[in-house]
């Protein structure tokens, strides 16, 4: 069963940049579409950024640039010229039964990871 570790979330001013990392274990990283998505207090868990096995790629918007690198079981997430609006607990999620109409929709990925805060403050 393959689990998701997140890190790199904490506090940044805006305007700044981040960037969060999600590495996986006990499962071939590189069978697997990897998304990432966030959830604000109160509101529901919303789409971020997606990377299939081959590297087709979608975000949100052009500030959010995902990447994988298969040898390290790794994929980022680039956060650039963040705004408040980005706080949000970031999720890591893994599917291996995606298609380029579903890799927005969260109830597709099989796995996910615990989440890392991020904060930005104004």
């Known amino acids: 069963q393959l689990q998701l570790v997140e890190s790199g979330g904490g506090l940044v001013q805006a305007g700044g940049s981040l960037r969060l990392s999600c590495v996986a274990s006990?499962?071939?990283?590189?069978?697997?579409?990897v998304g990432w998505f966030r959830q604000a207090p109160g509101k529901e868990r919303e789409f971020v950024a997606t990377?299939?096995?081959?590297s087709y790629t979608e975000s949100k918007a052009d500030r959010f640039t995902i990447s994988r690198d298969n040898a390290k079981n790794t994929a980022y997430l680039e956060i650039n010229r963040v705004e408040p609006e980005d706080t949000a607990i970031y999720y890591c999620?893994?599917?291996?039964?995606?298609?380029?109409?579903?890799?927005?929709?969260?109830?597709?990925?099989?796995?996910w990871g615990m989440g890392t805060q991020v904060t930005v403050s104004s």
């Open positions: 999620a893994a599917g291996v039964r995606l298609a380029r109409t579903t890799i927005r929709i969260s109830s597709e990925y099989d796995y």
């Open positions: 990377i299939t096995r081959l």
């Open positions: 006990g499962g071939t990283f590189s069978n697997y579409a």
